[in-house]
T-cell receptor
Framework: AQTVTQSQPEMSVQEAETVTLSCTYD???????LFWYKQPPSRQMILVIR??????QNATENRFSVNFQKAAKSFSLKISDSQLGDTAMYFC??????????????FGKGTRLHILP | DTGVSQDPRHKITKRGQNVTFRCDPI?????LYWYRQTLGQGPEFLTY????????KSRLLSDRFSAERPKGSFSTLEIQRTEQGDSAMYLC?????????????FGPGTRLLVL
């Protein structure tokens, strides 16, 4: 069974600073996706970034980037130039890659991120 | 708005009552998922449809829970004889199985409180 672990329940940083959220996972699968989802106080889950395990290059989306270490089963999220709107719960998530059918997403327990003015 | 929608957004019910939630996925999406999120936790998978076929059910989905997607479009999740432990946010997500670039898009959720 796959597991996703987020060891930081809560973090606070000043606006404009860079922050890194940690995530480790455990799986015996070789093909899978990893995600970071953001859930603002309004509680709608939004995809921040995704990484295919077969890709060595780390994914980036504007101010968001990941550090994917497949051998270490580590998948951290870096937010640069943090903004007040980044305040949210962030979930690290795993999905097994299956050729002709999707699979469920396994979520971590989340990291609550506060961006301070 | 062409995102995933859920109705109702909030539901308060008394223990023992039945409740039904609805999810409307993004129109061309053929896959639909239900997750449950309790306070302070990440979402947990409940069940999944491809078109109208229910392909997987979690052990979390007891006999009191039933989900349908009769025409392969919207889905309903019914909870019979609700218990206080059913209080949670119920999230729906949809995706399009076209390439290997799978992304699940989430709705705003239905928050259930069982008194």
């Amino acid at each position: 069974a796959q597991t996703v672990t987020q060891s930081q329940p809560e973090m606070s940083v000043q606006e404009a600073e860079t922050v890194t959220l940690s995530c480790t996972y455990d799986t015996s699968e070789s093909n899978y996706y990893l995600f970071w989802y953001k859930q603002p106080p309004s509680r709608q889950m939004i995809l921040v970034i995704r990484q295919e395990a077969y890709k060595q290059q780390n994914a980036t989306e504007n101010r968001f980037s990941v550090n994917f270490q497949k051998a270490a089963k580590s998948f951290s999220l870096k937010i640069s130039d943090s903004q007040l709107g980044d305040t949210a719960m962030y979930f690290c998530a795993f999905m097994k890659q299956v050729m002709n059918r999707d699979d469920k997403i396994i979520f971590g327990k989340g990291t609550r991120l506060h961006i301070l003015p | 708005d062409t995102g995933v929608s859920q109705d109702p957004r909030h539901k308060i019910t008394k223990r023992g009552q039945n409740v039904t939630f609805r999810c409307d996925p993004i129109s061309e999406h053929n896959r639909l998922y239900w997750y449950r999120q309790t306070l302070g936790q990440g979402p947990e998978f409940l069940t999944y449809f491809q078109n109208e076929a229910q392909l997987e059910k979690s052990r979390l989905l007891s006999d009191r829970f039933s989900a349908e997607r009769p025409k392969g479009s919207f889905s309903t999740l019914e909870i019979q004889r609700t218990e206080q432990g059913d209080s949670a946010m119920y999230l729906c997500a949809s995706s399009l199985a076209q390439t290997l670039q799978e992304t699940q898009y989430f709705g705003p959720g239905t928050r259930l409180l069982v008194l």
